[in-house]
C-alpha cells in the first residue's frame, strides 16, 4: 500500500526558509515521480514543482523559480522542498503526490498523480 506523508510545514517570517519532506512507502522497485503542489484557501490547487523518479529531471512554476529547490534522496524514500525566500504569497497547504512512472521527465498535472500525502500547512507572516 502506497503512503505519502509530509512534515516540515509551519510558521515562518517573510524572507525566511523551510523544508518540507515527503516520505513515501509501498513502491516496492518501481520508480516515480513526485510533485508537490499548494493550496490557499480560497484559491485552485497549483503545482509548485516535480521532479522525475531518477532526480535528474525537476521543474518550478516561474513564481518559485530560483526560490524553491526539489530533490530526493532515493536511498531514503524521500523528496524535498527546500523553501528560501519565503513571501506571504507562498503561504498554503502543500500536498506532495506520487505517480509510477518510467517516464524521463515529470509534470505538474494533479490528474496525473494517483498517490496523495494529507498536507502541510505553511504559513509565512510577521
Known amino acids: 500500500q502506497v503512503q505519502l506523508v509530509e512534515s516540515g510545514g509551519g510558521l515562518v517570517q517573510p524572507g525566511g526558509s523551510l523544508r518540507l519532506s515527503c516520505a513515501a512507502s509501498?513502491?516496492?522497485?518501481?520508480?516515480?515521480?513526485v510533485g508537490w503542489f499548494r493550496q490557499a484557501p480560497g484559491k485552485e490547487r497549483e503545482g509548485v514543482s516535480c521532479?522525475?523518479?531518477?532526480?535528474?529531471?525537476?521543474y518550478s512554476m516561474d513564481s518559485v523559480e530560483g526560490r524553491f529547490t526539489i530533490s530526493r534522496d532515493n536511498r531514503k524514500n524521500t523528496v524535498y522542498l527546500q523553501m528560501d525566500s519565503l513571501e506571504p504569497e507562498d503561504s498554503a497547504i502543500y500536498y506532495c503526490?506520487?505517480?509510477?512512472?518510467?517516464?524521463?521527465?515529470?509534470?505538474?498535472?494533479?490528474?496525473?498523480?494517483?498517490?496523495w500525502g494529507q498536507g502541510t500547512q505553511v504559513t509565512v507572516s510577521s
Open positions: 503526490a506520487a505517480a509510477t512512472t518510467t517516464k524521463l521527465m515529470c509534470v505538474t498535472t494533479a490528474r496525473e498523480y494517483p498517490y
Open positions: 509501498g513502491f516496492g522497485s518501481y520508480g516515480y515521480a
Open positions: 521532479i522525475s523518479s531518477s532526480g535528474d529531471y525537476t
